[in-house]
Antibody
Framework: QVQLQQSGPGLVKPSQTLSLTCAIS??????????WNWIRQSPSRGLEWLGR?????????DYAVSVKSRITINPDTSKNQFSLQLNSVTPEDTAVYYC???????????????WGQGTVVTVSS | DIQMTQSPSSLSASVGDRVTITCRAS??????LNWYQQKPGKAPKLLIY???SLQSGVPSGFSGSGSGTDFTLTISSLQPEDFATYYC?????????FGPGTKVDIK
């Protein structure tokens, strides 16, 4: 059974960098049939997909335009995990952040079937 | 980006009721449509993928239908554990976008 375990701070100061990690068990971050995603949820923006990383003989990333200039998602094969970094945060970035796995991306069956437990991140001084 | 809308935004129902939630995409997405259930303080849970395929472990009382731009999620007989918020999501193109949600509460 695939599980995702998130870790990272719940409070970030404005203009600083939000950093979260998602550890994978039961699958591999290097899987050639999965993608590993970050999604956030706030009352004002609802559920918002932020980006993903996936391996298809080399590493690829896709990012939402809304955060593209500030976001980095990196895989860590040695620890079988992936991370989110969001730079220059503002209070608008306050949200619950989720990591999620899609084990059939780019197919009609693409869906976020696996979720982390969520991390409440508050941007405040 | 593809915009997703849902109706109603909320509904009140009783245990045993048949409930239908509608989702509409701003352009055709074939059957690249998923449904999730979310309870307070929890991550969303995948119920239906590819518009009508039941995710493993999900009760058979949930069903999905539709193609193109119009989709429905049906709960055939509402159970106490089904009171939650339901979201649709398109996986047709990046960014993958979600609907605003439909909250189902107890009448």
């Amino acid at each position: 059974q695939v599980q995702l375990q998130q870790s990272g701070p719940g409070l970030v100061k404005p203009s600083q960098t939000l950093s979260l990690t998602c550890a994978i068990s039961g699958d591999s971050v290097s899987s050639k049939s999965a993608s590993w995603n970050w999604i956030r949820q706030s009352p004002s923006r609802g559920l918002e997909w932020l980006g993903r990383t996936y391996y298809r003989s080399k590493w690829y990333n896709d990012y939402a335009v809304s955060v593209k200039s500030r976001i980095t998602i990196n895989p860590d094969t040695s620890k079988n995990q992936f991370s989110l970094q969001l730079n220059s945060v503002t209070p608008e970035d306050t949200a619950v952040y989720y990591c999620a796995g899609d084990r059939a991306p780019f197919t009609v069956s693409a869906a976020f079937g696996i979720w982390g437990q969520g991390t409440v991140v508050t941007v405040s001084s | 980006d593809i915009q997703m809308t849902q109706s109603p935004s909320s509904l009140s129902a009783s245990v045993g009721d048949r409930v239908t939630i509608t989702c509409r995409a701003s352009q055709s997405i074939s059957n690249y449509l998923n449904w999730y259930q979310q309870k307070p303080g929890k991550a969303p849970k995948l119920l239906i993928y590819a518009a009508s395929s039941l995710q493993s472990g999900v009760p058979s009382g949930f069903s999905g239908s539709g193609s193109g731009t119009d989709f429905t999620l049906t709960i055939s007989s509402l159970q106490p554990e089904d009171f939650a918020t339901y979201y649709c999501q398109q996986s047709y193109s990046t960014p993958q976008t979600f609907g605003p949600g439909t909250k189902v509460d107890i009448k």
